[in-house]
């Protein structure tokens, strides 16, 4: 049992003087490669990590939900006949997964429980998807549904976008429902088909934060999407997930600069996700190692979504012996980069880029050795 499993489960009986009916977790995220690809109907390979969102809750009579979160403590009440959108607050991820289930049909059940968190909050580890599956979790665990995982995700990102206002792709809701412990997941976001990959034997993943956050984070990603969408419009096609590099190569002059290198990202990335999907099948680490790099410098200079903080980062740790490769991940702009190394290298990597990012930015960086973890699970207590 994790330690925050064993938090929330002792909060719980403190509270409610009872052992909780169900204890459910849901997990942050590192994207290892496919980035800004998941809102173009393309490939991603994210892993879920070690660090998650977890409830420990038993069911109410009425139809209300109460929750206590040990990180802020306080507890947030709302009833579900009554989902009224308020101000920023944690309680609206709650509140939006609640109203997104309902409005697909779901009939729900009120529920009282104490939450904990140690995803680091706004760093691009997607605490945001973990809080809004481990609430699908809690709510399907009480009216006792199966975990449709695609589905879920989907009223996650909805809850995302149409309730708390952020505009974001499927990628960070689906592996966060769907992760296996051991592996990466390939995931095709257009048909949410799912492809689990082991890392390379004898490899670790490791998150480096650059400690460094953006604003106007939100309008910078709407106007990549607005790009996206024009140069998927000049092909033709729904989406650039449909425009080969054959055809890109071919017709690539009508474009603009600007949105010739936007639809480059999008479309050498996700040849570069199934180049990585195979380069994890054959335990190759050193060619995974490669396309990470690559996708930093697509990121970089294609897309324009790294920053300065980013791009020490993955320079300092493309640097470090046992480093196979490193590139920014998430949204960009800001938060973390992500690393494959040589395991027995892990710890020295992690001191010496602690070291050398400090000596270059004067920033104190936080460093992750990440497992990839199981997505969402309800562990029935009682
Ligand atoms: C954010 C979004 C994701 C995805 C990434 C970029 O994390 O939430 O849906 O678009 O950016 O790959």
């Known amino acids: 049992m994790s330690d925050l499993s064993v938090r929330v489960t002792q909060?719980?009986?403190e509270r409610f003087a009872a052992p909780p009916t169900f204890v459910v977790q849901a997990p942050g995220r590192v994207n290892l490669i496919g980035e800004h690809t998941d809102y173009n109907d393309g490939f991603v390979l994210p892993m879920a990590i070690n660090r998650a969102v977890w409830i420990a809750l038993q069911p109410r009579a009425d139809r209300e939900v109460h929750i206590h979160s040990l990180d802020f403590a306080e507890t947030a009440v709302f009833a579900l006949d009554q989902l009224l959108k308020e101000t920023d607050h944690w309680i609206e991820y709650v509140k939006g997964v609640a109203w997104a289930l309902q409005a697909d049909g779901f009939q729900l059940q009120g529920w009282e429980g104490v939450m904990a968190a140690n995803i680091p909050q706004g760093a691009g580890l997607s605490s945001s998807a973990a809080l809004e599956m481990a609430?699908?979790?809690a709510f399907t665990a009480v009216t006792g549904q199966l975990w449709d995982a695609p589905r879920m995700a989907l009223l996650g990102q909805k809850a995302e976008n149409a309730w708390v206002g952020v505009n974001c792709g499927i990628m960070d809701q689906m592996i966060s429902a769907a992760g296996q412990a051991g592996h990466a997941l390939l995931i095709d976001c257009r048909t949410l088909n799912t492809k689990p990959a082991p890392l390379?034997?004898?490899t670790a993943v490791i998150v480096l934060d650059t400690n460094t956050r953006r604003g106007l984070v939100d309008s910078a990603y709407n106007e990549r999407r607005a790009q996206c969408e024009e140069a998927a419009k000049f092909f033709g096609v729904p989406s650039l997930r449909d425009v080969s590099i054959t055809d890109?190569?071919?017709s690539e002059d009508g474009l603009t600069p600007l949105i010739h290198r936007?639809?480059?990202h999008v479309i050498t990335e996700n040849i570069r996700v199934l180049n990585a999907?195979?380069?994890m099948q054959n335990g190759d680490p050193h060619l995974l190692g490669t396309l990470m790099n690559e996708s930093h410098v697509s990121l970089r200079d294609d897309f324009a979504v790294s920053s300065h903080e980013l791009n020490v980062m993955a320079e300092l740790a493309q640097a470090q012996p046992g480093c196979y490769g490193a590139r920014m991940t998430g949204?960009?702009?800001?938060?973390c980069a992500v690393a494959l190394v040589a395991a027995e290298t892990a710890v020295t990597f992690a001191q010496a880029m602690t070291q050398a990012y400090q000596q270059a930015t004067d920033l104190t960086p936080v460093v992750y050795l990440c497992q990839p973890s199981a997505g969402a699970s309800v562990i029935?207590?009682?």
Do not use: E, M
Request: net charge positive; proline share 8%; charged share 10%.
């Open 248 to 250: 890109f190569l071919a």
């Open 331 to 335: 949204g960009g702009f800001g938060g």
């Open 380 to 382: 029935s207590t009682l």
């Open 262 to 264: 936007r639809a480059r």
């Open 11 to 13: 909060a719980f009986q």
């Open 277 to 279: 999907i195979s380069a």
């Open 135 to 137: 609430t699908a979790r």
């Open 200 to 202: 390379p034997p004898g």
